[in-house]
Nanobody
Framework: QVQLVESGGGLVQPGGSLRLSCAAS????????MGWFRQAPGKQRELVAT????????GYVDSVKGRFTISRDNAKNTVYLQMNSLKPEDTAVYYC????????WGQGTQVTVSS
């Protein structure tokens, strides 16, 4: 069973940057299109960025376009989310999973944007 471990979150001021990582166990990782999700307090989990299995195509929700960049390194079984120009509304727990959320969810990593 593939396990997902997210890391890289923290407290950052508005306008700052963070780079999240998601390490996946299991050799089948490279066959999955992956996504980064986030869940803010009192809100549903939302998909914010996606990347195809080979990494050639990406997609973003409008609220993060131009600020977030998703990438992956299949040799390391890792997917990344570079987050720039962070805003307080980006505060959430961030998770990675396949685009359809078919894998067991990891613990996520907390991102807090506050002055």
């Amino acid at each position: 069973q593939v396990q997902l471990v997210e890391s890289g979150g923290g407290l950052v001021q508005p306008g700052g940057s963070l780079r999240l990582s998601c390490a996946a166990s299991g050799s089948i990782f490279s066959g999955y299109a992956m996504g980064w999700f986030r869940q803010a307090p009192g809100k549903q989990r939302e998909l914010v960025a996606t990347i195809t299995s080979g990494g050639r195509s990406t997609g973003y929700v409008d609220s993060v376009k131009g600020r977030f960049t998703i990438s992956r390194d299949n040799a390391k079984n890792t997917v990344y989310l570079q987050m720039n120009s962070l805003k307080p509304e980006d505060t959430a727990v961030y998770y990675c999973n396949t685009n359809s959320g078919r894998l067991v969810w990891g613990q996520g990593t907390q991102v807090t944007v506050s002055s």
